[in-house]
T-cell receptor
């Protein structure tokens, strides 16, 4: 099956620093990728939709200047948490939608655990 | 707007017993429906999915789910639970156009020996 990777798998950073998380579709092209956030023992909340070559679409309540998304190629999207604070600590998961799929097939990455001290 | 409700926050079953996890959705048309399982600290694993056709879908690890349009439900079932099935289970509905997924709040499954 299609594989989506995320790097890093976990990161610990100091408050005020920026952290970049990569999401890659390894064996398929993805014109659209989605970024989710999951708090401990909570559900996944969609943060933004990332489209290759265009600006991301953010969900209501998500700060676009805080969570910068870049989708520079058909296999890579990045999420940068700028000036991270402890409340940004969370599990971030991406999914990639296969370009050739007729059913909007999506595949999830393994997630990135961000801890901000 | 689409939404998903998983009425049971926590379910405990004995090993070998049958399992049913409930999921109700709200969506304007026929949705794409999914069940995922998540172990602590891990990502999501797809158990099964419904796009169209046969309303009873088979998934991995012996799971199945039935799409009932009249009840707006997509309940997950397994005839005999194994201790390794203990995990968090998420039901999700996906917009058939934009592709956005909406997840339920999850059901924690505990399996007693």
């Amino acid at each position: 099956g299609a594989v989506v990777s995320q790097h890093p798998s976990r990161v610990i950073c100091k408050s005020g620093t920026s952290v970049k998380i990569e999401c890659r579709s390894l064996d398929f092209q993805a014109t659209t990728m989605f970024w989710y956030r999951q708090f401990p023992k909570k559900s996944l909340m969609l943060m933004a939709t990332s489209n290759e070559g265009s600006k991301a679409t953010y969900e209501q309540g998500v700060e676009k200047d805080k969570f910068l998304i870049n989708h520079a190629s058909l296999t890579l999207s990045t999420l940068t948490v700028t000036s991270a604070h402890p409340e940004d600590s969370s599990f971030y998961i991406c999914s990639a939608r296969a370009s050739e799929s007729s059913y909007n097939e999506q595949f999830f990455g393994p997630g990135t655990r961000l801890t901000v001290l | 707007a689409q939404s998903v409700t998983q009425p049971d926050i926590h379910i405990t079953v004995s090993e070998g017993a049958s399992l049913e996890l409930r999921c109700n959705y709200s969506y304007g048309a026929t949705p794409y429906l999914f069940w995922y399982v998540q172990s602590p600290g891990q990502g999501l694993q797809l158990l099964l999915k419904y796009f169209s056709g046969d309303t009873l879908v088979q998934g991995i690890k012996g799971f199945e789910a039935e799409f009932k349009r009249s009840q707006s439900s997509f309940n997950l079932r397994k005839p005999s639970v194994h201790w390794s099935d203990a995990a968090e289970y998420f039901c999700a509905v996906r917009d058939t156009n934009a592709g956005k997924s909406t997840f339920g709040d999850g059901t924690t499954l505990t399996v007693k020996p």
